[in-house]
T-cell receptor
Framework: AQSVAQPEDQVNVAEGNPLTVKCTYS??????LFWYVQYPNRGLQFLLK??????LVKGSYGFEAEFNKSQTSFHLKKPSALVSDSALYFC?????????????FGKGTHLIIQP | NAGVTQTPKFQVLKTGQSMTLQCAQD?????MYWYRQDPGMGLRLIYYSASEGTTDKGEVPNGYNVSRLNKREFSLRLESAAPSQTSVYFCASYSGGERDYGYTFGSGTRLTVV
């Protein structure tokens, strides 16, 4: 069975500084990896995905993520944080071969951007 | 707008009452899911339906039942609500395939059981 670990419950970053939200995964075979963002009192929104190809993937709102197969990681990054980036972020994985029960999610990381 | 629609958005129940949470998607997705979200617990899968006519238990199915009414609709029923079922419930649909875009989520139902 697959699993996702987000080792930090909360990440604090000053506005304008680079940010990283960490994610490691475990899955049989090749992974499909996703990041979602949740703003207060809202559903989860898709940010970006890694299916195949370049290890650096770009997504919405200036976010990007780097797939590292040897370290089984898929960390979310942004070069310059905005206060509006403050939200709850979820990493998710599924095996490329599919699986009826869909994605497995991490527990989420609260990102707080301080003015 | 195309997407996943959940009703109601908010609900307060008394212990022992029953209710059904409704979910409908208009993206012709085969798979649909019900999750609950609790602080510090992330998203936990309650039930899922890989295709029309099939349903399966997820991680936390006790106290819930589901119905995949047709390809569009997937409902979640609480037969006898308990305070432990106070949570935010999310429905999601999924197409998968080679161009996998992951899940599309509804906006959630905030349920309080008193």
């Amino acid at each position: 069975a697959q699993s996702v670990a987000q080792p930090e419950d909360q990440v604090n970053v000053a506005e304008g500084n680079p940010l990283t939200v960490k994610c490691t995964y475990s899955v049989s075979g090749n992974p499909y990896l996703f990041w979602y963002v949740q703003y207060p009192n809202r559903g989860l929104q898709f940010l970006l995905k890694y299916i195949t190809g370049d290890n650096l993937v770009k997504g919405s709102y200036g976010f990007e993520a780097e797939f590292n197969k040897s370290q089984t990681s898929f960390h979310l990054k942004k070069p310059s944080a905005l206060v509006s980036d403050s939200a709850l972020y979820f990493c998710a994985v599924r095996p490329s071969g599919g699986g009826a029960d869909g994605l497995t999610f991490g527990k989420g990381t609260h990102l707080i951007i301080q003015p | 707008n195309a997407g996943v629609t959940q009703t109601p958005k908010f609900q307060v129940l008394k212990t022992g009452q029953s209710m059904t949470l409704q979910c409908a998607q208009d993206m012709n997705h085969n798979s649909m899911y019900w999750y609950r979200q609790d602080p510090g617990m992330g998203l936990r899968l309650i039930y899922y339906s890989a295709s029309e006519g099939t349903t399966d238990k997820g991680e936390v199915p006790n106290g819930y039942n589901v119905s995949r009414l047709n390809k569009r609709e997937f409902s979640l029923r609480l037969e006898s609500a308990a305070p432990s079922q106070t949570s935010v419930y999310f429905c999601a649909s999924y197409s998968g395939g080679e161009r996998d875009y992951g899940y599309t989520f509804g906006s959630g139902t905030r349920l309080t059981v008193v």
